[in-house]
């Protein structure tokens, strides 16, 4: 009797973990990288960005924009209506301009060539796919409901 065998992970996610564990023993590197196909290339790229993106919890991170963000706000709508700030918001003034010195983006003395990372294009990307689901949630709930609100 031929036994038969039963796989309950999908071959795709079985070659993501194969090429994650060729990338952390260093078997892809960068001089065999060049050497894979375009799409072998946008593959490791995805896992590397998916090995960085573990190491950092997404409700910390959204955390942290939105104590940006809310600071800005508070000081911006305080000088945009002439309000002098106070002792508390000049604190949080310096507590922000700590935190935007920490990033390439916000720092005018790092050049655009020098950055990590280029920022601009993955912000681009990103905002691509995010209207692209957009577009297709709107159609999709169009079809479904019959309206879009």
Excluded: C
């Amino acid at each position: 009797m031929v036994r038969e065998h039963i796989s309950f992970i999908p071959a795709e996610k079985k070659e993501q973990k194969q090429i994650e564990s060729m990338i952390k023993t260093g078997e892809i590197n960068h001089s065999n990288y060049k050497t894979l196909t375009p799409g072998q290339q946008e593959e490791v790229n995805e896992i590397l960005f998916n090995i960085a993106e573990s190491q950092i919890t997404l409700s910390q991170g959204v955390s942290a924009v939105e104590f940006v963000l809310y600071a800005h706000i508070r000081l911006m709508r305080k000088k945009v209506e002439g309000i002098a700030l106070s002792a508390q918001d000049k604190k949080i003034e310096e507590g922000l301009q700590k935190v935007l010195d920490l990033h390439e983006i916000t720092t005018e003395n790092i050049s655009i060539d020098d950055w990590l990372f280029d920022y601009m294009s993955y912000a681009e990307n990103a905002a691509k796919k995010i209207l692209k689901n957009r577009e297709e949630h709107v159609l999709r709930k169009r079809n479904v409901t019959g309206q879009v609100q």
